[in-house]
């Protein structure tokens, strides 16, 4: 089974530009998720989609926004780049379900380089 | 608000020298307790789910531990390629989200 994919794998971009990032989740899982991970703060939750619905939310400015499409696939955006966007950027996808909790799998990340 | 703690930050071992990693967190409801190991500049692989107090996991020389507090990671007999950072997340009764803690480093040298 094809693991999380994700695209680009490296981005160089600069202040004040926009950016979008894609996740292919795992066949057969629903749910998708962002996180932000940088070496002061770890690991940070994003958001997550579920049936093309924004599920979750973390505390993060609404220059970050994603979507969820019909076969599942994930777009995360972030709009108006800050030095501190700086990150690697990852994906990860789980079957999901509201009775037993799933493992996350994640994908190998994209990094992201604002200047 | 979940929170989750990881000890050590950063761990150094001999090849084969024992030891164990913590994971302590305060979450409302705990639904899961997941294990992770990332190697530098690639995504977390999963490793273990722990959902109740008591339970346990084994694979190869990794053993997962589970109490009402806290989870044990506990390495027997490590190698180098057992280098890596563990992570552990939480999953609690509010929201679908993962809650991760810091990480320990662990460096196991020939």
């Known amino acids: 089974k094809a693991g999380v994919t994700q695209t680009p794998r490296y981005l160089i971009k600069t202040r004040g530009q926009q950016v979008t990032l894609s996740c292919s989740p795992i066949?057969?899982?629903?749910?998708v998720s962002w996180y932000q991970q940088t070496p002061g703060q770890g690991l940070q939750f994003l958001f997550e989609?579920?049936?093309?619905?924004?599920?979750n939310k973390g505390n993060f400015p609404g220059r970050f926004s994603g979507r969820q499409f019909s076969n599942s696939r994930s777009e995360m955006n972030v709009s108006t780049l800050e030095l501190g966007d700086s990150a690697l950027y990852l994906c990860?996808?789980?079957?999901?379900?509201?009775?037993?909790?799933?493992?996350?799998?994640f994908g190998p990340g994209t990094r992201l380089t604002v200047t | 608000e979940d929170q989750v703690t990881q000890s050590p930050e950063a761990l150094r071992l001999q090849e084969g020298e024992s030891s164990s990693l913590n994971c302590s967190y305060t979450?409302?409801?705990?639904?899961?307790l997941f294990w992770y190991r990332q190697d530098p500049g690639k995504g977390p692989e999963f490793l273990f789910t722990?959902?109740?107090a008591g339970e346990e996991k084994e694979k190869e020389r990794l053993k997962a531990t589970l109490t009402k507090k806290e989870s044990f990671l506990h390495i027997t007999a490590p190698k180098p390629e057992d280098s890596a950072t563990y992570l552990c997340?939480?999953?609690?009764?509010?929201?679908?989200?993962?809650?991760f803690g810091p990480g320990t480093r662990l460096s196991v040298l020939p």
């Open positions: 990860a996808s789980s079957y999901a379900s509201e009775i037993v909790p799933y493992e996350q799998y």
């Open positions: 066949s057969g899982h629903r749910s």
């Open positions: 989609y579920f049936s093309e619905t924004q599920r």
């Open positions: 979450v409302s409801g705990l639904r899961g």
């Open positions: 722990l959902y109740s």
């Open positions: 997340a939480v999953e609690g009764d509010y929201g679908q989200n993962f809650v």
